[in-house]
């Protein structure tokens, strides 16, 4: 099992800046991918960017150029670096984890069905 704490959310004007934290803990050695997804209101929840253990990343393109996945293995932490924020990325951010290079081999990473671990969610809001 692996338990995901996300933190880091909160308001901001057009154009500002966030960084969301996500806490991992739990049967960490075999997790491959690590991901951001979010989910606005009435809105199915879309992958946002994702990164490999070896440190591969991929993005999603409404959120390139703008935001960067980041891991720290030492601290078992999942960041995510929110630049240039529009009113469009007001949504609850989620934290999600994988398992192993077997369970995800030909997924897509930023489909929601790679990630069985996911977190409670931290809430961005952006005001224009």
């Known amino acids: 099992q692996v338990q995901l704490v996300e933190s880091g959310g909160g308001s901001v004007q057009s154009g500002g800046s966030l960084r969301l934290s996500c806490a991992a803990s739990?049967?960490?050695?075999?997790?491959?991918?690590m991901a951001w997804f979010r989910q606005a209101p009435g809105k199915e929840r879309e992958g946002v960017a994702a990164?490999?253990?070896?440190?591969?990343?991929t993005y999603a393109d409404f959120v390139k150029g703008r935001f960067t996945i980041s891991q720290d293995n030492a601290e078992d932490t999942l960041y995510l670096l929110m630049n240039s924020l529009k009113p469009e990325d007001t949504a609850m951010y989620y934290c999600?984890?994988?398992?192993?290079?077997?369970?995800?081999?030909?997924?897509?990473?930023?489909?929601?069905?790679?990630?069985?671990?996911w977190g409670q969610g931290t809430q961005v809001t952006v005001s224009s």
């Open positions: 999600a984890a994988s398992g192993s290079p077997t369970t995800v081999q030909g997924v897509w990473p930023l489909g929601r069905y790679a990630y069985p671990y």
């Open positions: 739990g049967n960490l050695y075999s997790t491959y991918y």
């Open positions: 990164i490999a253990s070896d440190g591969w990343n």
